[in-house]
C-alpha cells in the first residue's frame, strides 16, 4: 500500500516561499497530476516528496509513514526527470539494472527483471547502446525503464515529456497510460501542458504560485472549475472570459448589452456584481454549426477577424462587447475574414466568477 | 609567348604560393626541431664527448644502447623515476581530489579559495626546490626545529639524506607544488557535472559514498586523465626539484632519470651516452603519456550522453 498524504507542506528558499502549506492525499494505485503555469512550485513540491529537497514544514507520509527525515534511497519510490538524467558512462542494460545491483540483488534477477522491463517497453534492440547513443525518445524510454524494473511504491515523473516533439510526446503519452493500466501503482505526475493532465490523470491537482487551486478528476476540473484561473488553465484553446456586471438578472457587458446570468450561478450572483462570464470557444458557434443547438442560448451577430480552418472544425477570432474571444464552427465550412455570422452562446454551459477574486458562482 | 601568358604564370604562382607561405615556419621548425633531434638522435651513436669534438665522427652503432642495457646505475634511475612518477601522480590524484571536492561544496569565498589554491604553481621549482631545501635541513630545517620543539622528535631527522626520507621529501616537494594541478581540472569537472544523474542515483537507492564511486568518480575520470597526461610529461622531465634539493644524493639514492643525464652529459661530458639515455627516458615518457591519453579517449566517448 502507497497512498502518499502531504500534510501542510511548505518550502521555503532563503526569504520567499516557494510551496505555501500543500494539503493532498494520493491513493494507493492512483494516478495524480500536478499541473500549473511555469513556476508554481510542481517541480518542489514533487521532489520533497523524493526526498531531493528538505522539507521547510509539515510532512510528507508514504504508505503511512512520514518519510521527512528519510533520504531518497530509503523512500522506495522511483522517479523520472525532464532531462532524462540517465547514467552517461552505462550502457541501456546497467541504467536498468543500476537500482538492482546497489540493492544487491543476483545478476541473474537483475538480468531477468531487465529483460522484462526492456520487452514491456521495446528496449530489447538497445540494451548495449550507451545513451549518447539514443534518441530523445529512446532516452526517455530508458528512463522510464529504469524506474519500473525497481518495481517501487510510487513513481514520480517530473514533465517527462516536454523535450519530445508533439508527435511523440502523443505517443508516449499513450505509453505511460499504458504502463500505468499494467503495473498498477501510485503515481505522481508533474507537467504544464494541461492535455496531459487531462487523458492521463485519474485526479488533476491545478497549482498556482505554490497553493493548490483545485483537485479534481478531469472531467470536474474541466466542467466545473472553481476559479477563473483553472477555468483559463484547463481546456484549449481556453475559455473566453467577458468582464462585466451584474445588473436586473443579467450580466451587462462593457458594450451595454446584456447576456442572461448562466442558470447555475443565478443563486449567487449579486445585483451590481462585477463578474466574468466564461464560456468556452467550443459553445460559441455559427447557428448550425455548434455542438449543441438547444437549451438557454443568445445569439449574437459578430464579425469574424481570423479563422483557422482545421479541417473539420475552424477556430474563430472574433470579437463580443469590444473583448477577443474564439468561437469554433464544426464542419468543413470555409470562412472568410470580415464575414458578418449569426453566432449561438449556449448560456447553459457558461460560468460566472466573481472579477476581483477569481472565485466560481457555481451553486455547489 | 604562350608561357608567358599572364593566365599561366597566375596559375604556377597560385601552385606555389601555399608553399613559399608555409617555407618559414618549416624552417623554424626545422632549425629548432628538426635538427637538433636528428643531431641528438645521431651523436647517441657515436662516443661523442664534450671535451674530444672528434669523438663526434666515430660512428659506433647501438654501442651507448647496449652498454646501456647492462647499467645498473641507469636502470636504477629508471626504476625509480617510474616509482617517483607514479607516487607523485598517485598522490597529487587523491589530493587534489579531495581539495577539489571540499572547494565543490562550498558556496562563499570559492574563488578566492580556487585563486588561493594556484599560488604554488606560480613558483619557479628552482625556488620551491629551495624552499623545500630549508624546510628539510636536518641542522637549520623549520620542519626539524618544529619537531623537537614539539617533542616529537629528539634527534635532528636527516629528511634529505637518509634514503627514503630524501625520496619523500623530493616527492612531497613535487605534490605540494602540483596537486593544484589536479584540484583545478577536478574541481572544473565537479562544477560542470549535471545535476540529474546524481539524484536519480540518489532515487535509486545510492548513499553518499555510492553516488560518489558510481556516478560522481566516472564522470570525472576524464578529467583526472587530462591532469595525468599534463603531469606525466612534467614529473617524467623533473630535474629542477630533484636537483637542488639533493642533486641526486645522498650517493645517487635519489637520481632521477634526467639528473643522471644532465650528470652524465655535463659533469662527465659523455655526450652520446647521455643522448642515449634520454631517448629511451622519452620512451618511457611516450608511454605514460600514451596510456593516459588513451584513458581519457576511452573515458571521454560517453560524455555526449551527459545531459
Ligand atoms: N533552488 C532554488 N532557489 C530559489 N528559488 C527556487 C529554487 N528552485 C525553485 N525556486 C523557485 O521556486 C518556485 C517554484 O519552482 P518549481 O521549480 O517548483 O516550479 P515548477 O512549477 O516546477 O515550474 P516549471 O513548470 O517551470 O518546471 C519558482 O518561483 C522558483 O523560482
Ligand atoms: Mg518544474
Not at chain 2, 636537483?243 to 632521477?256: F, K, Q
Amino acid at each position: 500500500m502507497a497512498e502518499i498524504v502531504l500534510n501542510k507542506l511548505v518550502k521555503n528558499y532563503g526569504r520567499t516561499r516557494a510551496v505555501h502549506g500543500i494539503d493532498l492525499s494520493i491513493a494507493h494505485q492512483e494516478f495524480v497530476v500536478l499541473v500549473g503555469p511555469s513556476g508554481c512550485g510542481k517541480s518542489t513540491t514533487l521532489r520533497m516528496i523524493a526526498g531531493l529537497e528538505e522539507i521547510s514544514d509539515g510532512t510528507v507520509s508514504i504508505g503511512g509513514a512520514v518519510v521527512n527525515e528519510l533520504p531518497p534511497r530509503k523512500r522506495n519510490i522511483s522517479m523520472v526527470f525532464q532531462n532524462y538524467a540517465l547514467y552517461p558512462h552505462m550502457n541501456v542494460r546497467e541504467n536498468l539494472g543500476f537500482g538492482l545491483k546497489i540493492a544487491g540483488q543476483p545478476a541473474a534477477d537483475i538480468a531477468q527483471r531487465v529483460d522484462e522491463a526492456a520487452e514491456i517497453l521495446g528496449l530489447t534492440e538497445l540494451l548495449e547502446r550507451t545513451p549518447a547513443e539514443l534518441s530523445g525518445g529512446q532516452r526517455q524510454r530508458v528512463a522510464m525503464g529504469r524506474a519500473i524494473v525497481r518495481k517501487p511504491a510510487a513513481f514520480l515523473f517530473d514533465e517527462p515529456l516536454s523535450n519530445l516533439d508533439a508527435k511523440l510526446r502523443g505517443q508516449m503519452r499513450a505509453e505511460i497510460k499504458k504502463l500505468h493500466q499494467s503495473v498498477r501503482t501510485t503515481v505522481v505526475y508533474v507537467t504544464h501542458d494541461q492535455i496531459e493532465a487531462m487523458t492521463l490523470a485519474d485526479r488533476i491537482v491545478v497549482m498556482r504560485a505554490g497553493r493548490i487551486e483545485q483537485v479534481g478528476t478531469p472531467m470536474e476540473v474541466y466542467n466545473h472549475p472553481t476559479s477563473a484561473f483553472v477555468a483559463t488553465f484547463i481546456g484549449s484553446p481556453p475559455m473566453n472570459m467577458l468582464p462585466g456586471t451584474i445588473s436586473g438578472g443579467a450580466v451587462r457587458l462593457a458594450d451595454g448589452s446584456a447576456l442572461p446570468v448562466p442558470e447555475r450561478a443565478a443563486d449567487n450572483a449579486r445585483e451590481g456584481q462585477e463578474v466574468l462570464l466564461g464560456i468556452r470557444p467550443d459553445d460559441i458557434s455559427p447557428v448550425g454549426h455548434g455542438l449543441s443547438q438547444d437549451g438557454p442560448g443568445a445569439e449574437l451577430t459578430l464579425t469574424v477577424a481570423i479563422a483557422e480552418p482545421l479541417g473539420m472544425e475552424s477556430l474563430i477570432f472574433t470579437r463580443i462587447a469590444g473583448q477577443e474571444v474564439q468561437a469554433k464552427l464544426y464542419g468543413p465550412r470555409m470562412v472568410l475574414p470580415g464575414e458578418e455570422l449569426v453566432f449561438r452562446l449556449a448560456l447553459d454551459r457558461a460560468h460566472l466568477f466573481d472579477a476581483a477574486s477569481g472565485a466560481s458562482l457555481e451553486a455547489r | 609567348m604562350a608561357r608567358y601568358s599572364p593566365k599561366r604564370l597566375f596559375r604556377n604562382r597560385m601552385n606555389l604560393v601555399p608553399f613559399l607561405l608555409l617555407l618559414p615556419a618549416f624552417m623554424v621548425l626545422a632549425l629548432v626541431v628538426v635538427f637538433p633531434l636528428g643531431f641528438s638522435l645521431y651523436t647517441s651513436f657515436t662516443p661523442y664527448r664534450l671535451i674530444r669534438p672528434n669523438t663526434l665522427h666515430v660512428w659506433i652503432g647501438l654501442r651507448n644502447y647496449t652498454d646501456l642495457m647492462g647499467n645498473g646505475d641507469f636502470w636504477a634511475a629508471f626504476g625509480r623515476t617510474v616509482l617517483f612518477l607514479t607516487i607523485a601522480l598517485n598522490v597529487e590524484f587523491l589530493a587534489g581530489l579531495g581539495i577539489a571536492l571540499l572547494i565543490s561544496r562550498i558556496t562563499w569565498g570559492q574563488r578566492t579559495l580556487r585563486t588561493i589554491m594556484m599560488f604554488p604553481m606560480m613558483f619557479s621549482p628552482i625556488l620551491v626546490g629551495y624552499q623545500f631545501k630549508f624546510v628539510f635541513n636536518d641542522n637549520i630545517g623549520i620542519l626539524n626545529n618544529a619537531l623537537q620543539a614539539l617533542h616529537l622528535s629528539d634527534g635532528a631527522i636527516a629528511w634529505l639524506v637518509d634514503r627514503n626520507l630524501a625520496m619523500f621529501s623530493i616527492i612531497f616537494a613535487e605534490v605540494w607544488m602540483s596537486t593544484s594541478v589536479f584540484a583545478i581540472l577536478l574541481l572544473a569537472g565537479l562544477l560542470s557535472m549535471p545535476r540529474d544523474p546524481v539524484e536519480a542515483a540518489r532515487v535509486d537507492g545510492c548513499n553518499p559514498w555510492q553516488v560518489f564511486r558510481h556516478i560522481t568518480l566516472p564522470y570525472i575520470m576524464p578529467f583526472a586523465y587530462i591532469a595525468m597526461t599534463i603531469r606525466s610529461l612534467d614529473v617524467a622531465r623533473a630535474y629542477d626539484i630533484v636537483h637542488v634539493m639533493t642533486g641526486g644524493g645522498p650517493a645517487g639514492r635519489t637520481e632521477l632519470l634526467w639528473t643522471l643525464i644532465a650528470r652524465t652529459g655535463y659533469n662527465n661530458a659523455k655526450m652520446g651516452m647521455a643522448n642515449a639515455m634520454a631517448y629511451i627516458s622519452i620512451l618511457l615518457s611516450i608511454a605514460f603519456t600514451y596510456f593516459f591519453f588513451r584513458k581519457l579517449i576511452a573515458a571521454r566517448k560517453f560524455m555526449r550522453g551527459a545531459d
